[in-house]
């Protein structure tokens, strides 16, 4: 059961260009929602997080968008830069359930 | 130096073989964790432990144990009953207030 889905599974970009990635919901008792940026060979990095009750966050180059009614939320990172070429997984948990439930992830290359 | 640090980077096991793969963390966290990552897909959850001498089963426990004797550490024992093991595994610990926090991972290759 995929709680959690993510697109697109891979994302071409030129350098100075936005990219967005997106996931979908469907547990509406979600209340935590993360993206994690993984380098090859390396473990996951938490890169940014949001709550539901605000639409947006922005952190320096990164902003995600988070639309609840549509239960869906998005990361958007401008002025992309070829050291941002990594994977970009997000999850989401419930607070009383302590558990965090990934998307597929995107694979993101930004050619220079 | 705060974090969470898993042993051995790369770890090789012939066919029938039990291995372990240690995770310590000293960032006084209450739960770890333990995930599985597939080349190209996301992290699936084997086994959790949100306090000691407590664990929980995710959503591909068979052929794999734990142990949380300790606050600090969470290993984890590739048993013989799993078929398919070789995989990135990562370990993984959050506090009450949330925010998981991973560590480098442990590369596993069945021979």
């Known amino acids: 059961q995929q709680q959690v889905k993510q697109s697109p599974q891979s994302l071409i970009v030129q350098k100075g260009g936005i990219s967005i990635i997106n996931c979908a919901y469907e547990?509406?008792?979600?209340?935590?929602f993360p993206w994690y940026q993984q380098f090859p060979g390396k473990g996951p990095a938490l890169l940014i997080a949001?709550?539901?009750?605000?639409s947006e966050k922005k952190e320096g180059r990164f902003t995600i968008s988070f639309n609840k009614s549509a239960k869906q939320f998005s990361l958007h990172i401008m002025d992309s830069q070829p050291g941002d070429s990594a994977t970009y997984f997000c999850a989401a948990s419930m607070g009383s359930a302590r558990q965090l439930t990934f998307g597929s992830g995107t694979q993101l290359t930004v050619l220079p | 130096d705060g974090g969470i640090t898993q042993s051995p980077k790369y770890l090789f096991r012939k066919e029938g073989q039990n291995v372990t793969l240690s995770c310590e963390q000293n960032?006084?966290?209450?739960?770890m964790y333990w995930y599985r990552q597939d080349p190209g897909q996301g992290l699936r959850l084997i086994y959790y432990s949100q306090i000691v001498n407590d664990f929980q089963k995710g959503d591909i426990a068979e052929g794999y144990s734990v142990s949380r004797e300790k606050k600090e550490s969470f290993p984890l024992t590739v048993t013989s009953a799993q078929k398919n093991p070789t995989a990135f595994y990562l370990c993984?610990?959050?506090?009450?207030?949330?925010?998981?926090?991973f560590g480098p991972g442990t590369r596993l290759t069945v021979l």
């Open positions: 993984a610990s959050t506090p009450r207030t949330g925010g998981w926090f």
């Open positions: 960032l006084n966290h209450d739960a």
């Open positions: 949001i709550r539901p009750d605000v």
């Open positions: 547990n509406t008792a979600f209340d935590y």
